[in-house]
């Protein structure tokens, strides 16, 4: 279970306790991300996250912010996503009130020093480059600018070297002002705490937050029309990734989608890996799962395969989502798919991190924050012709996508395969 209070300052504080654990995981979620930003601003949500933990007033730098968690064992890090940013501490229940000190101090008086910010530019230069290196991840970057075309849902977090070498401390001021307000934020606790000491410490540490968020993002207005993106690139294997547009996180057939990508690839008992890896030795690799936003979403399946069965795997995959478009799923697949999500959460929630990120999300961007017991009704309403019917009308081949990363040099000869 879970409750919500507001701060005088509207700040919302969510706490979801878990019986017998002896860790608090404390989690800033902000309304903030790369689906706010401007083409002039790309990137700096990420850089942003990075820069918080450059130090405040009571903890000076970066050094000082580490030795405060590490020296009582605890872990801290941040992320940023398309349409969130988050921050937590996870540490012993008993080091509470520590992990609120820091994260405070970051939210409140983080200086950004122009010093630092030099240092970081070239930080941030290697994990961009690390992702150029890691083919297996820049397909799914490369997807979702395939499918959500020159809009922001359709950019890397990363951003752009122009960005990252020309962001000033003043413009990640205006950012932090513009986006880290009470009315934008959600302080979560999950783990050993209840309501009444997460409300004492949000009050005395977070209630001088100030502000009132005036950014919105673009609404997601059209899916590109590009079927097909190479990048030619020595690689020991051909990374791709295959999909279509899926639906949003607040469509009606979210959890349908959700267990749809599940029968499709989300485990080692699926179609994909079944058919595919297992019967056809194709892959290591390979897994279907859903991007969901709040107005667009996508479902793809991405694997690596050998470079001379490029073409092969491109077919295999496709006739497996066209298969299950005409001939439908089972009652067994259907029913095990959904003992399935249903199981990884209830597994996830032991954790007090993966407890504040689940109900966190879920208040930051829903209209209803769930707990699991409606949760797993959503997912046990799904029926099979609910997933028919949304594998009939999101599995057409004229909607597929395709991205490769490998030796492969003709994109016409990627085209033919997709028609």
């Known amino acids: 279970m879970f409750t919500v209070q507001k701060l005088k300052s509207g700040l919302r504080v969510l706490t979801a306790p878990i019986d017998g654990t002896e860790s608090v995981t404390v989690l800033i979620f902000a309304g903030a991300g790369s689906r706010y930003e401007e083409r002039k601003e790309r990137g700096i949500s990420h850089f942003l996250e990075h820069m918080f933990f450059k130090g405040g007033k009571k ?76 083919p297996m991840y820049r397909a799914g970057w490369d997807f979702e600018e395939l499918i959500f075309g020159d809009h922001p849902l359709g950019w890397d977090t990363i951003g752009t070297e122009e960005l990252i070498r020309g962001v000033t401390q003043a413009d990640f001021q205006k950012h932090k002002d513009e986006f880290y307000t009470p009315d934008n934020l959600v302080v979560t606790f999950a783990g050993r705490i209840d309501e009444t000491r997460a409300l004492a410490l949000s009050e005395q540490y977070f209630s001088v937050i100030k502000g009132k968020n005036t950014r919105r993002f673009p609404p997601f207005e059209g899916f590109a029309k590009e079927k097909v993106f190479l990048r030619t690139k020595s690689t020991e294997q051909a990374h791709l990734v295959l999909g279509v547009p899926g639906v949003h996180s607040l469509h009606a057939d979210h959890f349908v989608q959700k267990v749809l990508s599940v029968i499709l690839g989300g485990n080692m008992s699926s179609r994909m890996f079944l058919n595919i890896r297992e019967a056809q030795g194709l892959c290591y690799y390979i897994a279907t799962d859903v991007d969901n936003y709040l107005d667009a979403g996508a479902l793809s399946t991405r694997a690596g395969v050998d470079q001379s069965r490029l073409h092969e795997a491109v077919r295999r995959i496709r006739e497996e989502y066209l298969l299950c478009a005409r001939d439908s799923v089972t009652d067994e697949e259907v029913d095990r798919a959904k003992a399935f999500l249903k199981g990884k959460i209830t597994l996830s929630l032991e954790d007090s991190e993966e407890r504040a990120h689940f109900y966190g999300k879920q208040e930051l961007l829903y209209p209803k924050t769930r707990d699991t017991d409606e949760y797993f009704m959503e997912i046990d309403k799904v029926s099979v012709e609910q997933v028919h019917a949304l594998a009939k009308r999101l599995l057409l081949p004229e909607e597929m996508r395709l991205v490769v990363i490998g030796k492969e040099e003709r994109k016409d000869a990627l085209e033919q395969l997709m028609t």
């Open 59 to 134: 903890y000076r730098n970066t050094k000082e912010v580490s030795a405060a968690i590490d020296g009582v064992g605890g872990e801290f890090n941040a992320f940023t996503g398309k349409e969130y940013a988050g921050y937590y501490v996870k540490i012993a229940a008993t080091e509470t009130e520590l992990a609120c000190d820091v994260l405070s101090d970051m939210l409140l008086h983080a200086s950004f020093p122009p010093q630092e910010i030099e240092k970081e530019r070239g930080v941030i230069m290697e994990e961009e480059r690390m992702y150029q290196d890691t």
